[in-house]
Every structure is written in C-alpha cells, then in structure tokens.
C-alpha cells in the first residue's frame, strides 16, 4: 500500500518539546488497530519502524516520547522499547475499553511493569462512556485497581475520560488521586479545566484542540495552569489540523503546540520549555 499519503512535516520548532501519549506499537504494526481503525491501518500500511518515528519526529523538534500501553501484551512491548531507547519513556495499563480483561493476575503483571525504571506511567486507564465495550462495574473496578498500582509505585496515573468527566472525579477523590494525575487528550471545558487545575491534575492536549467545532477545548486551554500543561497526539489517532483522516504521528506536535500557544498569547518556545519542565514532574528526568 505504498499510496498511502502522509502528512508533509510541519515547519520545526524553536525549541525542544515531547509528545506524552503515543501508541507506538499500533503505528509500526506491532499491534493490531483497535477495531480496524482506518487511520491506523494506514499508519500501519506506512510501516515506519521506531527509529524512524524518533527521527522523525526530532527532525522538527519533538525530541522525547511517552509511548502508552492499553493491555499487557502492548504495556510489555511498550517497556521493552523505552528500555532500548534513551528518548521513550512508556505507560503501561489495561485500556478502560478492555476493563474486563484487568484479571488479578494482568493486574499483578501491569504493577511488576510500573516498577520497572523506564516505566514512568500507569496508564492509559480510566473510564469511557463513549463505548460499552467493558462493563461500567468492570471498568470502575479496573480503574481503582490502577489508581493503587500508581500510589504503590510513585508513578504517574495517566487517564482515559471519555464522556466521563464527573466519575472520573469522583472516583479519584473517594480512592485518593496519586500524587501525579494526567488527563490524557483532555476533552473537558473550561469548566472541567478548573476543576482539574484546583486538583492539580496535569491536562495533556491534543489534536481535537484544532478541530473548528472544538472552540470549548481552546476555552480549556486558555485557562489550564501553564504549569499544568502537556502536549500529545495519541498517534496513530486524532490528527491535528489539517491533517484530519491521515494518521497521526509525532512528528505533528509543532501543529497542536502551535495552536495552544496561539490561544494563550504566548511564543511557541515559551509553551515547549513550560511543558518540558512539566514533563519531568509528571514523568521524571529522560
Ligand atoms: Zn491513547
């Protein structure tokens, strides 16, 4: 499938940022695409290795990367590549979408995983509204059981919330938050912004951030803490802007980071060495 068209690079960056949620084993097609995404499958038809999406993806000034687990088998795989690679840090979690999965025995693997030292995350955990793939009862119970295994380990609990906003609270404060909690692809208004930012939840955003219709998100993004603030694309999913439809990839940061700088009136490079800072916080030194 040598047609498939790629997103051309954007212009790079100034200074140096890092993408905090990537799924890089479905992109160089270690792992198949979640119910045969047409965007990953052509993420995938690409077949870019990691080396070639690190350099990349360095090329225009993304320089690091957190690749995200979603069930053991990509969770193992992702702590292998951060293990191989100084500039991959991974998360490792059983997806809320495969909740009923979270047996005590992948549990008790996911916790050994996060002790690992280029493991810096728990995560993608959550809840998802959006799909019933998972029982909201499994989901629930998956959640809390990742929200231990970040407090026993120190390390960074980093959450799926789709169409679940007032749970995902919820349940934080009745299990006690770990000390590090990132909304991945933060998909609340400005309302939910504050309502993290009093928490002290770490809002990571995404491509959506550009999309016309996503104006709320921009309103998120204006009033997010700066020191609360990541940047990721969830690559292979969620282009930005305007590359909506192709797949997603490291490399496009500069758009999203580009946009948040806008909204809040500040430089790009700014925006990179607040973030960079942030990334050490949430995930530790690289
Ligand atoms: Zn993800």
């Not at 979640?34 to 993304?62: C, F, H, K, N």
């Not at 959006?130 to 960074?156: L, M, N, P, Y």
Request: contains cysteine; charged residues 25%.
């Amino acid at each position: 499938m040598s047609e498939v068209s790629l997103p051309a690079p954007p212009e790079p960056l100034a200074a140096p940022v890092f993408d905090s949620h990537c799924h890089l084993d479905i992109m160089v097609g270690d792992r198949p695409a979640s119910s045969g995404d047409p965007v990953a499958l052509a993420a995938q038809a690409a077949s870019a290795s990691v080396r070639g999406i690190l350099d990349e993806a360095r090329a225009v000034g993304v320089t690091r990367l957190v690749t995200i687990g979603y069930d053991l088998p990509s969770s193992r795989w992702g702590a292998e590549v951060a293990a191989e690679h100084d500039d991959v840090h991974a998360g490792v979690a059983v997806h809320p979408n495969e909740a009923h999965a979270a047996t005590p025995e992948t549990l008790a693997e996911i916790e050994a995983l996060a002790g690992r030292p280029e493991v810096r995350a728990v995560g993608e955990t959550g809840l998802d509204y959006f799909r019933d793939w998972a029982s909201r009862d499994d989901q629930h119970a998956s959640f809390r059981a990742h929200i231990e295994i970040a407090r026993r380990t120190g390390k960074a609990l980093v959450i799926h919330d789709r169409d679940a906003h007032d749970d995902v609270l919820k349940v934080l404060a009745e299990q006690g938050a770990p000390p590090v909690v990132v909304f991945h692809s933060f998909s609340g208004d400005a309302d939910m912004a504050k309502k993290c930012a009093d928490a002290g939840y770490f809002m990571s955003f995404s491509g959506p951030v550009t999309y016309k219709n996503a104006g709320y998100l921009r309103e998120a993004a204006r009033v997010a803490p700066v020191e609360l603030m990541l940047v990721e694309t969830d690559a292979p999913y969620l282009p930005p802007v305007p590359h909506r439809g192709k797949p997603n990839a490291p490399y496009l940061i500069p758009l999203t980071l580009r946009c948040l700088a806008e909204v809040r009136g500040v430089r790009p490079e700014e925006l990179c060495e607040a973030i960079n800072a942030n990334g050490v916080t949430v995930f530790g030194e690289w």
